[in-house]
């Protein structure tokens, strides 16, 4: 069974920078993609990062390209979502995410995509 666990949320200042941590298991492949969403008070949620051990690729929404970094230590089985420059409107639940078929990040274009697999959660809050 996948399990995604989250770390690194917090508060921080508009202008900061946090990271977020993703710790995945259970894969029955090495190739995958881990990406994180992220979701706001009263608020659709959102894609914001995607990569692809299959493929190598990776995604980042608009919003966040940029200022946001995603990256892989192999050796932890960890994602990381470095978050630089951060807004009062990056402020958000953010989750992890993965899919047991979809191995690369192109579904995350799709506006309508839902992932199969979640994390807990971790929460993120820039002050102003």
């Known amino acids: 069974q996948v399990q995604l666990v989250e770390s690194g949320g917090g508060l921080v200042q508009a202008g900061g920078s946090l990271r977020l941590s993703c710790a995945a298991s259970g894969f029955t492949s090495d190739d995958y993609h881990i990406g994180w969403f992220r979701q706001a008070p009263g608020k659709e949620r959102e894609g914001v990062s995607c990569?692809?051990?299959?493929?190598?690729?990776?995604w980042y929404a608009d919003s966040v390209r940029g200022r946001f970094t995603i990256s892989r230590d192999n050796a932890k089985n960890t994602v990381y979502l470095q978050m630089s420059s951060l807004k009062p409107e990056d402020t958000a639940v953010y989750y992890c995410?993965?899919?047991?078929?979809?191995?690369?990040?192109?579904?995350?274009?799709?506006?309508?995509?839902?992932?199969?697999?979640w994390g807990q959660g971790t929460q993120v809050t820039v002050s102003s």
């Open positions: 990569l692809s051990t299959w493929d190598g690729s990776t």
């Open positions: 995410v993965t899919d047991a078929i979809l191995r690369g990040c192109r579904q995350y274009y799709s506006s309508s995509y839902s992932p199969e697999y």
